[in-house]
Nanobody, 119 residues
Framework: QVQLVESGGGLVQAGDSLRISCAASGRTFSIYFMAWFRQAPEKEREFVARIRWNNGATMYRDSVKGRFTISKDNAKNTVNLQMNSLKPEDTAVYYC????????????WGQGTQVTVSS
């Protein structure tokens, strides 16, 4: 089992920056990908960014490329999402997720952290 706890959400204005973090515990040695997803009100959950745990390779959804940066700290078992030039459409609950090496889906999820961007 892997436990994930997000932190760092809040209310910001358009154009501001915010960093959210995810702390992993438990069987962290089994992690292959760590990712951020988000869900806005009345919308489906969508992929935001992911990072490969062993080599740091990253992937982003098109709408956040150049604005968001996902990073990891293997020693602390944390994943961060630095969000710059935030837009009102980035408002959502952001979830951290982990995929282990023997899985093909994100099996482990955090409780989510609210990010609200006012215009």
């Amino acid at each position: 089992q892997v436990q994930l706890v997000e932190s760092g959400g809040g209310l910001v204005q358009a154009g501001d920056s915010l960093r959210i973090s995810c702390a992993a515990s438990g069987r962290t040695f089994s992690i292959y990908f760590m990712a951020w997803f988000r869900q806005a009100p009345e919308k489906e959950r969508e992929f935001v960014a992911r990072i490969r745990w062993n080599n740091g390779a990253t992937m982003y959804r098109d709408s956040v490329k150049g604005r968001f940066t996902i990073s990891k700290d293997n020693a602390k078992n944390t994943v961060n999402l630095q969000m710059n030039s935030l837009k009102p459409e980035d408002t959502a609950v952001y979830y951290c997720a982990a995929q282990s090496m023997d899985e093909t889906v994100y099996k482990y999820w955090g409780q989510g952290t609210q990010v609200t961007v006012s215009s």
